[in-house]
């Protein structure tokens, strides 16, 4: 379970003669349940991506805590194994002087145990890819078969939890579909919970359970997605309004 | 492999660096190559025309200069060289630590070689041999002293995108330790960069060595070294102009070798060629334009 209280953040803009802060998380604190799919959604500069990293454990909050399982994100130990990730950009996300097979097996070496027989094809199966990818290079790969394999290296040790970081938003309308099937399919198959974030609130509802709308750093609405109909917050309602108009 | 297999495909890549390995290994086994004794004196044959036997002529102490040239080689290539490696290797572990970690460590890196820069470096360079004595041991002192805030610098420009890539990301998300990311993920990547910086610097370092052993700073009187060559000759100018050409060719000719190589080598390793396939088209703009900034830089 991971569990956010109480977060705050803000990045310090030092000029000539005295620091600002700027904030850009206000008090946010929700949980997230183990098999559970969470949208958070925003537009840009709502702080969603900030969060994400908060998430991560890559960065860490001014104030607040965030933990997994009682522990706390931030130190490295805890999210062996329990947390992972795929971004957007699709580009940078593999080592470009990584082939597919060293690429997966990344996660893998982390955790010992599953290091000899690892049945890659399988793996590539799962996330509609085959085996003749293994030997190639982030570059001979479109964006969406990249983006698979950054799918299936996330799965590859079946962490707890994924967190999607926009991860189908660079990608075109036909293949953003596939990939959300397949995150559905990959959710029923392993068990695994996602938190997705993303500004566009379809996709959100198609795969989340709840889904968290934050504008200016702030939680705005946290609704389970078949109650997204009746959302309170004018904020919530004008970004529906948009999407169904 | 592929970055060499290119740069064998430009002719004047090869060759220049053809004219590199062999100066090095010419250096290296100088005593077996070498004619004569470098240092053996025959006022005999003081300006002595070329011949057989000393192919280039002598000098105005009668000895053969090819063979000064040939050991002249390891003072001016060799050891610069070495000292090339030593102030890169010194400003590569400060230069991805600054990069990859930022923050107060960077910080800190960084004024320290502000305050190295701000010193003239030739300047500075004279002062060291000025308090140490000349010689040359004591002028590559200088020159690793000097140099390396300068690489730690460049060094930490070309890994700061790289250390914001997603693939790093990724492992900080899976938990691996930052020196494990930084060589896996980082080193590698940033090495075909390091190379075109450290080459770049080859050269000049070259020319500086010989301009110092030139005035006398450098290495001493009876050694063997191109720039205190061109100074030995410097009095017979006009009379025996072949004195002067034969070291000033050869710092000449392997400086701009070493220059070729290194603007091969920047066009061999660029991204941009490497991308084949699928994704060259839409991936081009992007990496071009990580590469312009890292010129910038």
């Known amino acids: 379970m991971l569990k956010v209280e109480g977060v705050y953040q803000s990045y310090r803009r030092s000029g000539l003669l005295r620091r600002t802060n700027h904030e850009v998380l206000r008090n946010i604190g929700f949980e997230w349940e183990k098999g559970e799919c969470l949208g958070i959604i925003g537009e840009s500069g709502s702080g969603k991506s900030t969060l994400g990293r908060l998430l991560l454990g890559i960065d860490k ?8 399982d009682g522990k706390p994100i931030a130190d490295r130990k805890t999210r062996r194994g329990a947390i992972s990730a795929v971004f957007q950009d699709y580009t940078s996300s593999i080592n470009p002087f990584y082939t597919v097979r060293q690429a997966i097996l990344e996660p893998l070496r982390l955790r010992k145990s599953e290091n000899e027989s690892f049945d890659f094809g399988s793996l590539l199966r799962e996330v509609g890819l085959d085996e003749s990818y293994l030997d190639r290079y982030p570059h001979e790969l479109s964006g969406g078969e990249a983006q698979r394999v950054c799918i299936a290296r996330a799965v590859a040790s079946k962490p707890a939890c994924i967190l999607l970081d926009e991860a189908i938003s660079s990608l075109d309308g036909s293949v953003q579909m596939q990939v959300l099937e397949l995150l559905r399919n990959l959710r029923e198959t392993f068990g695994m919970g996602y938190i997705f974030i993303t500004h566009d609130i379809q996709a959100a509802a198609y795969l989340c359970d709840r889904m968290m709308i934050i504008r200016g750093g702030e939680i705005e609405e946290l609704v389970r997605t078949e109650e997204l109909a ?9 970004l529906l309004r948009k999407v169904i108009s | 492999m592929m970055p060499l297999k290119r740069l064998l495909k430009d002719k004047w890549a090869s060759v220049s660096l053809a004219v590199v390995a062999a100066t090095l290994l010419i250096g290296v086994f100088a005593p077996l190559l070498a004619p004569h004794s470098p240092n053996e004196a025959n006022m005999a044959l003081r300006f002595a025309g070329a011949s057989w036997s000393y192919p280039l002529g002598n000098d105005h102490l009668g000895r053969c200069i090819l063979s000064r040239l040939i050991y002249g080689i390891r003072p001016s290539v060799l050891w ?27 910080a800190v890196i960084m004024r320290i070689c502000d305050i190295m820069l701000s010193f003239p470096g030739y300047v500075m360079t004279l002062a060291i041999v000025g308090m140490l004595g000349a010689g040359l041991t004591n002028i590559l002192v200088a020159f690793v002293m000097m140099k390396w805030a300068w690489f730690a610098r460049v060094i930490r420009s070309a890994v700061m995108p790289l250390a914001d890539a997603d693939y790093v990301k990724f492992s900080k998300v899976l938990g691996m330790g930052s020196f494990a990311i930084i060589r896996r993920h980082v080193v590698p990547v940033a090495l075909p960069e390091l190379a075109v910086i450290a080459s770049g610097a080859f050269g000049s370092m070259i020319l500086q060595i010989s301009g110092l052993s030139f005035l006398g700073l450098g290495i001493q009187a009876p050694h063997a070294e191109w720039g205190m060559m061109m100074n030995e000759a410097r009095a017979v100018m006009f009379t025996r102009p072949e004195l002067m050409l034969a070291p000033g060719l050869s710092i000449i000719t392997v400086v701009s070798a070493v220059n070729f190589l290194s603007d091969a080598l920047q066009k061999a390793i660029d991204p941009k060629l490497m991308l084949t396939g699928k994704r060259a088209k839409d991936g081009g703009g992007k990496w071009t334009s990580d590469l312009g900034k890292k010129e910038v830089a």
């Open chain 1, 230 to 238: 009746n959302v309170q917050s004018p904020y919530a309602k004008e």
């Open chain 1, 61 to 68: 909050p001014v104030r607040g805590s965030i933990t997994f």
């Open chain 2, 80 to 106: 610069v060289l070495a000292a090339l490696g030593a102030s890169a290797s010194v400003g590569a572990a400060l230069g991805f630590a600054a990069g990859y970690f930022r923050g107060k460590i960077d």
